[in-house]
């Protein structure tokens, strides 16, 4: 029998990401990150110049964070009980834009931490691979969480009846994170899992609306 389905991102929706990386930059490579606007590449210099850290930099360091550091990283507060509570009334799934090579070690990392669900990898936007999650499942209704707001905008405009939270539980990101629900791509933006998960429970639970 199908069931309301939850499908939610894992990178600081149930797990610190930013501030893990941010830690591992300081005391492996010399790196200072800091946050003062929306613009990732502009948030990482070296200490000792002040110097950007270029592109292609950024992207070998974030994937070398995600081969060796996974470790570093723990829950967001009320995550692991929140989506451990969804699971009580829906089939519960993690999308998250990893490379498919991590999705086994993203599954052992939410296992180790409390959360025991499927894992699906994803690189680039998330509609299509959530169109095809929604293909197997075909649940009753279904609900979406991430942090990053053009996720929202592809899930919006290819699966509109797909109900969106614009949660994002790192407070480093979340004040310059631009607001999906304000663009109308997310019906709502809570981010803390002690408001959200009211909302989420009454969205898989209670009658259809808009």
């Not at 930099?57 to 989506?83: C, K, S, Y």
């Not at 499942?137 to 929202?152: E, G, K, M, V, W």
Request: hydrophobic share 40%; glycine share 6%; with cysteine.
């Amino acid at each position: 029998m199908s069931r309301p389905l939850v499908i939610s991102d894992c990178d600081e929706v149930l797990l610190h990401m930013v501030a893990p990386y941010r830690d591992f930059l300081d005391e492996a490579h010399g790196i200072d990150f800091v946050m003062n606007s929306s613009d990732f590449s502009e948030a990482m210099r070296y200490r000792e110049d002040g110097r950007l850290v270029e592109p292609a930099e950024i992207w070998r360091l974030l994937n070398l964070f995600f081969d060796t550091e996974m470790h570093r990283q723990q829950p967001i507060a009320g995550a692991v009980e929140g989506i451990n509570a969804l699971g009580e009334h829906a089939d519960v799934v993690i999308l998250t834009n990893l490379n498919d090579h991590r999705r086994d070690h993203r599954a052992e990392q939410l296992k180790a931490v409390g959360i025991d669900a499927r894992v699906f990898t994803n690189q680039g936007p998330k509609g299509p691979a959530l169109k095809a999650i929604l293909d197997e499942y075909n649940p009753t209704r279904a609900l979406f969480i991430d942090d990053l707001p053009q996720h929202h905008g592809s899930v919006a405009d290819l699966l509109p009846h797909v109900k969106r939270l614009h949660l994002c539980g790192e407070p480093m990101l979340a004040p310059f994170i631009d607001c999906a629900h304000k663009a109308g791509h997310a019906h709502a933006r809570i981010d803390d899992w002690n408001h959200a998960l009211p909302w989420i429970l009454e969205q898989i639970n209670g009658a259809d609306n808009d």
